[in-house]
T-cell receptor, first 113, second 114 residues
Framework: QKEVEQDPGPLSVPEGAIVSLNCTYS??????FMWYRQYSRKGPELLMYTYSSGNKEDGRFTAQVDKSSKYISLFIRDSQPSDSATYLC?????????????FGGGTRLMVKP | DGGITQSPKYLFRKEGQNVTLSCEQN?????MYWYRQDPGQGLRLIYY???????QKGDIAEGYSVSREKKESFPLTVTSAQKNPTAFYLC?????????????FGEGSRLTVL
């Protein structure tokens, strides 16, 4: 079993829909949680960075962490065709250890006009 | 504009050949990383370097080598010992240890072994 599980999709939604992307994990030591967006044939870019449990909002994006369930989510409101990309979750036990990031396999999202 | 430049974007290699992928950053970041991405799999760490002249193996270092002679540069050599080198390779950097989860990525290099 992988340490971080993510449904590969593709997830297809109409423009304007609310999108929910999720990751589950098995390592209870994870405390730092990140979401990266990766467009086709490009490098990932950081979207959200959160510590421990709770919610964090940035524009149309909300990151949610539930450590008791070992479950994290990324919500996208009013989705746009430009949101079509692969979304990667990543997590680590320590904030000062980029070398210790564990990535999910990514969920491919398609937002149709 | 600051960023990470990877070259070449596409590379073809015959079996038995070594190839070197270039990674240059002008972000003045201390830490640099090499990841490998295969379809449906998460990014896997090959090597990382926190400071010049020092680097550490990641989860899948076998068949790869790196050097860090300058802060700006972190080239990756894929050697003939790497059994399955066809993949998308990503170079990344982070500003310092405290924010090491915030990685800045290059656009990647796609290596295909013929």
């Amino acid at each position: 079993q992988k340490e971080v599980e993510q449904d590969p999709g593709p997830l297809s939604v109409p423009e304007g829909a609310i999108v929910s992307l999720n990751c589950t994990y098995s390592n209870s030591a994870f405390q730092y949680f990140m979401w990266y967006r990766q467009y086709s044939r490009k490098g990932p870019e950081l979207l959200m960075y959160t510590y421990s449990s709770g919610n964090k909002e940035d524009g149309r994006f909300t990151a949610q962490v539930d450590k008791s369930s070992k479950y994290i989510s990324l919500f996208i409101r009013d989705s746009q065709p430009s949101d079509s990309a692969t979304y990667l979750c990543a997590m680590s036990a320590m904030g000062n250890a980029g070398n210790m990031l564990t990535f999910g396999g990514g969920t491919r999202l398609m937002v149709k006009p | 504009d600051g960023g990470i430049t990877q070259s070449p974007k596409y590379l073809f290699r015959k079996e038995g050949q070594n190839v070197t992928l270039s990674c240059e950053q002008n972000l003045n970041h201390d830490a640099m990383y090499w990841y490998r991405q295969d379809p449906g799999q998460g990014l896997r760490l090959i090597y990382y370097s926190q400071i010049v002249n020092d680097f550490q193996k990641g989860d899948i270092a076998e068949g790869y080598s790196v050097s860090r002679e300058k802060k700006e540069s972190f080239p990756l050599t894929v050697t003939s010992a790497q059994k399955n080198p066809t993949a998308f390779y990503l170079c990344a950097s982070s500003i310092d240890r405290a924010r090491a989860g915030e990685l800045f990525f290059g656009e990647g290099s796609r290596l295909t072994v013929l």
